[in-house]
C-alpha cells in the first residue's frame, strides 16, 4: 500500500531528511545515548506523487491527494536504511490502514527495532517527550505534515526535552494564503492558526490598519496585508528560536510546479549545549543544499 502526496518537491525534502538523518547518525554513532528515530506522519512506508496539484483546502486539513503516479519509497523505508541505523524506530500516523503498512516494515526489516503508534501525531509526540528518560535518550525528529496539523504546544514539548534534533516542513505557503488581504478570516481557519502559531501576534505581524480621510465617518480604518511568504518565514524563523536553543538560518524552500512556495524546510536542535548546536548546524548546512540563484 502506497501513500499519495507530493510532486517534484516530495522529492527535495526526502533527499534533505536522509542527508541529515544520516550525517546525525554518524555524528553520534559512538555516543552511549540510545538513539530514536521518530517520525510524526510516517505514512504507509512508500509513497505516490500525486498528479493533480492540492487545494488549500487539503493542505489546511490534511486531505490526500487523487490521481496516483509513480510509486517510491516514503521517509520510513529511507530512514530504516540509513547507516548506522537507530537503535529504535517510532512511526506514527493517525490512519489506520498507513499503520498497518507500517507494521509489515516489521517483518521486512527483521534487525531493526520498530514501534508504529496509531493516534494524533500531537497526542503522541507529546506523550513521548513527557515519558522518555532524556538523559540517555537522542531522537531524530522528521514532522512532514499534510498541512497544518501540528500544534505549537506540541513543538513546546519537544523543546523542553533538551535532546531532540528536528525536521520540520512548515506550511508557510497555505498559511499565506489564507491570510486573507481584507483580514476577514473565517473562525474556523483563524482558530487552526492561533494552534499552530501559538500565542503570539500573527494579526499584528501580517496586517496594518490606517484611518480613511473621510470627513463624514473620520473613525473609519481600512486593514491591509503586509506580510508575504517570505515574511512569515522570517516570522516563523524568530518563533522558533523562542523557544529551541537553535535554529538553522538556511531553509530549503519547497515550491509546487507552478513554483508557489508550499513549505519551508526548518532545522532545529532542542539541546542547549554549544557543541550540540555546532554539530546542528554544520549538519544542517551540508544537508539543505540550496540552488545557486536562492538567497537563503
Known amino acids: 500500500m502506497s501513500h499519495t502526496f507530493g510532486g517534484n518537491w516530495t522529492e527535495e525534502k526526502l533527499a534533505v531528511m536522509q542527508r541529515y538523518f544520516t550525517a546525525y547518525a554518524r555524528a553520534l554513532k559512538n555516543q552511549h545515548f540510545n538513539k530514536w528515530y521518530v517520525d510524526a506522519f510516517a505514512g504507509t512506508g512508500e509513497r505516490s506523487e500525486s498528479k493533480q496539484p492540492l487545494a488549500i483546502g487539503s493542505l489546511l486539513f490534511g486531505e490526500d491527494a487523487g490521481e496516483v503516479g509513480e510509486v517510491k519509497d516514503g521517509s520510513a523505508r529511507i530512514a530504516l536504511a540509513i547507516d548506522p541505523p537507530f537503535d529504535r524506530y517510532v512511526f506514527v500516523d493517525l490512519n489506520e490502514d498507513h499503520a498497518a503498512a507500517l507494521k509489515e516494515l516489521q517483518t521486512k526489516f527483521p534487525a531493526r527495532n520498530i514501534d ?76 487552526r492558526i492561533d494552534d499552530h502559531l501559538g500565542p503570539c501576534d500573527w494579526r499584528g505581524a501580517s496586517y496594518q490598519k490606517t484611518l480613511k480621510a473621510d470627513l463624514f465617518a473620520p473613525n473609519v480604518s481600512t ?68 540552488p545557486r540563484d536562492s538567497k537563503r
Open 116 to 191: 508504529v503508534l496509531t493516534g494524533d501525531a500531537n497526542e503522541v509526540l507529546t506523550t513521548l517527550c513527557q515519558t522518555t528518560s532524556w538523559l540517555s535518550t537522542r531522537a531524530a525528529v522528521f514532522i512532514d505534515p499534510y498541512g497544518m496539523q501540528v500544534s505549537w504546544a506540541t513543538l513546546e514539548a519537544l523543546a523542553r526535552t533538551k535532546a531532540v534534533d528536528i525536521a520540520l516542513l512548515f506550511p508557510t505557503g497555505p498559511l499565506n494564503r489564507m491570510l486573507a488581504g481584507h483580514g476577514n478570516i473565517p473562525p474556523e481557519w483563524a482558530k
Open 223 to 290: 486593514t491591509k496585508k503586509t506580510i508575504n511568504v517570505e515574511g512569515l518565514r522570517r516570522f516563523v524563523l524568530k518563533r522558533l528560536k523562542d523557544i529551541f536553543p537553535f535554529v538553522c538560518e538556511t531553509q530549503l524552500e519547497l515550491k509546487n510546479s507552478k513554483g508557489a512556495v508550499l513549505y519551508h524546510l526548518f532545522i532545529i536542535c532542542a539541546n542547549p549545549s554549544k557543541a550540540a548546536g555546532n554539530l546542528a548546524m554544520r549538519l544542517a548546512q551540508s544537508a539543505v543544499k540550496l
